[in-house]
């Protein structure tokens, strides 16, 4: 009897493996079939673009609109440098103050992700797992059980003790207990053919003295059959999908997640064959020693993510006739963590990196952004610059160094105009200027405002390139408007902007002043206003300097309420783009500031809307408000001494 039951197990695990052998073969049978539709990928020497490359174009493109698009035709459009047509400029210009020079990239080493390997990241399931599978895109370390790399290639395969950065990673979760030794020392115990090996990894406690987050790096080679490579291998099968990221050993952002499993259950499935087909080498064509099936999946990843960010704005009716300047792509509103895309003048893109993987994977991000708008509807026959520009200071927040300076030219010269509500302002997209040399983010509320202008004296503070005194003055009719910055070149840019839009430096003017100086002054000449609008810079970059903030905050306001009409009472916006002061409280820590600051004025001050930033500025739901940084609150301030 013993000995039968001994015999039906052994028949039942032959016949599962059987099973489990089929699936694979299946899945690997897809992927050839993908294989013969993937044209080999550009390389790259240090996973960096040059800094002047052209554009890619497809001879066979076709309408964005008919065609039946998807990743992997994306992919196969798709060519070597040398078969661009038109130009396209990629540099890469710092954003931050204290780097004013153009900075070269430091990336892994070119063997430091390669296609020959898998990387899996197990998270605990708890409410957090939860979370992760219905959209969140961030991953923190104490959410990690454990990290997976199996080995798909040959000796010359480096075998890391960890995934290195910007890899892409599954993100699975346990479905019942943790993984065999996760989270402990022990786990470097029973190496089958000494093939297999793990690394414990500890995380000192932070500042606050919080618990010390420890998991466990485990390689495994595909074709190892000990018992460890088998139970890790096992706990990989048996675990449930969320979806794929890209993976940083360095930043408190262990995970940016890049496709949900239950929001793009498609593209999950594409990249699950590939995965597969990695597995058992079907995918990469043999005689091509260049191609990268892991950059293949990103590539597919983010062609699909540009394409619904295209069908959004669209959707929006951007580009339209009176606006040509948008944002086209908004970290992680778009499912793109950590990269941003403006769109200046319909002629030029502006790429925002503020992410370690956007660096590293550079290339194939120029590669499927030029593409992706080059099946736009709007820019099919047109050639868009692309200028790639980075922020050190979240970079280094992201454990990512760039490099020194680089010998390359800015040019301050070149102007693209870009078109918002049918005003146009002269941007300098290839200059080392401020972002992208535009806040699109304010469009709907410079519009807003606009309404409420007709016949009235308009204030604009803090005025950068005159966007809200211009629309008072253009689309509100204001009887006049003065503009103040403490930047010279924001004050040309404004006074440039308003001969462009045929206005009379008779009735708008812009001047460079320090706000509260200027204030002061206009206070003690008795000057007033009807509408004034206040949207100083990042006055809170943090949790730590929001008591700081909000006293100048307080002051701003409170000065800004005493230069108001005094008989007639008037309008006032006021703005925080400080992500620490909007999300505080839910926003309530903002009003109530302003609240103060109009008692200090003795005035009395009535909300009548509060808004954000325009809607092309997209966030995700499953975040919010992580994402919410800026905070416009229209108020009406009453009569002084009433």
Request: aromatic fraction near 6%; proline fraction near 4%.
């Amino acid at each position: 009897m013993k000995i039968s039951v001994i015999v039906n197990a052994i028949l039942l695990l032959a016949m599962q493996k059987a099973f489990v052998a089929s699936r694979i073969a299946q899945a690997g049978a897809r992927g050839s079939v993908y294989s013969k539709r993937v044209l080999p990928s550009p390389s790259w020497s240090s996973m960096e673009a040059p800094r002047s490359i052209s554009t890619f174009v497809s001879p066979s493109s076709t309408s964005f609109a008919s065609s039946k698009y998807n990743s992997f035709q994306m992919i196969s459009h798709l060519k070597s440098y040398g078969d661009y047509q038109s130009k396209t400029r990629a540099f890469s210009a710092s954003t931050d103050a204290e780097v004013s020079s153009m900075s070269s990239i430091t990336s892994p080493s070119s063997n430091a992700i390669n296609d020959k390997v898998l990387h899996t990241v197990m998270v605990h399931r708890n409410k957090q797992s939860l979370a992760f599978r219905e959209g969140t895109p961030l991953i923190f370390t104490g959410s990690i059980a454990a990290t997976y790399t199996e080995v798909c290639g040959g000796d010359d395969v480096s075998r890391n003790d960890d995934i290195p950065m910007g890899a892409l990673v599954a993100v699975v979760v346990n479905r019942d207990a943790p993984p065999p030794g996760a989270g402990g020392n022990s786990s470097r115990g029973g190496r089958g053919k000494g093939n297999f090996r793990s690394k414990t990894r500890n995380f000192e406690p932070d500042n606050e003295g919080k618990a010390v987050a420890t998991y466990s790096h485990y390689t495994v080679d595909v074709n190892d059959e000990g018992e460890s490579a088998y139970s890790h291998r096992d706990a990989i099968n048996n675990s449930q999908l969320i979806g794929y990221g890209v993976y940083n050993p360095n930043s408190m952002y262990r995970v940016r997640m890049l496709c949900h499993e239950t929001i793009h259950p498609v593209l999950a499935k594409e990249i699950r064959v590939m995965r597969k087909g990695i597995q058992r080498g079907s995918v990469r064509d043999a005689n091509d020693d260049e191609s990268d099936n892991n950059d293949l999946a990103l590539r597919s990843i983010l062609g699909r993510k540009i394409l619904d960010a295209i069908y959004l704005r669209t959707a929006m009716n951007l580009p339209s006739e009176t606006t040509d300047t948008y944002r086209l792509l908004n970290g992680e509103g778009d499912g793109l963590s950590g990269l941003a895309v403006d769109i200046l003048g319909g002629k030029t893109a502006i790429v925002m990196s503020s992410a370690a993987w956007v660096e590293i994977h550079k290339g194939s991000i120029m590669a499927v952004l030029t593409q992706s708008l080059k099946q736009h509807p709007a820019y099919v026959d047109m050639d868009i610059d692309i200028v790639w520009r980075n922020t050190p200071s979240r970079l280094n927040q992201d454990g990512y160094e760039l490099g020194g300076d680089v010998d390359e030219v800015v040019d301050t010269e070149t102007s693209v105009v870009a078109t918002e509500s049918s005003i146009k302002y002269l941007t300098y997209p290839y200059a080392d200027g401020q972002k992208t040399g535009f806040y699109c983010d304010q469009r709907d509320n410079r519009l807003m405002v606009a309404e409420l202008c007709a016949n009235k004296r308009v204030l604009d503070l803090c005025c950068y390139n005159g966007g809200f005194a211009l629309n008072a003055m253009v689309r509100g009719r204001a009887s006049s408007a003065v503009g103040v910055d403490s930047s010279q070149d924001a004050v040309d840019a404004a006074t440039a902007n308003a001969e462009l839009n045929g206005l009379d430096s008779k009735t708008v003017s812009f001047l460079r002043d320090d706000i509260a100086s200027y204030m002061k002054t206009a206070m003690e000449a008795n000057e007033e206003y009807d509408v004034i609008v206040l949207d100083p810079p990042k006055l809170a970059p943090s949790l730590s300097t929001l008591d700081k903030a909000s006293r100048k905050y307080h002051a701003l306001n409170r000065d800004a309420m005493n230069l108001m009409n005094k008989s007639q009472g008037g309008l006032i916006l006021t703005c925080t783009c400080s992500a620490a002061m909007t999300q505080k409280d839910g926003g309530q820590y903002f009003l109530n500031m302003v609240n103060k600051a109009a008692l200090s004025a003795k005035r009395r001050v009535t909300l009548l809307r509060v808004s954000g930033a325009a809607p092309c500025h997209t966030q995700s739901p499953a975040s919010f408000p992580a994402g919410a940084y800026l905070t416009t609150a229209l108020f009406h301030v009453g009569p002084s001494g009433l």
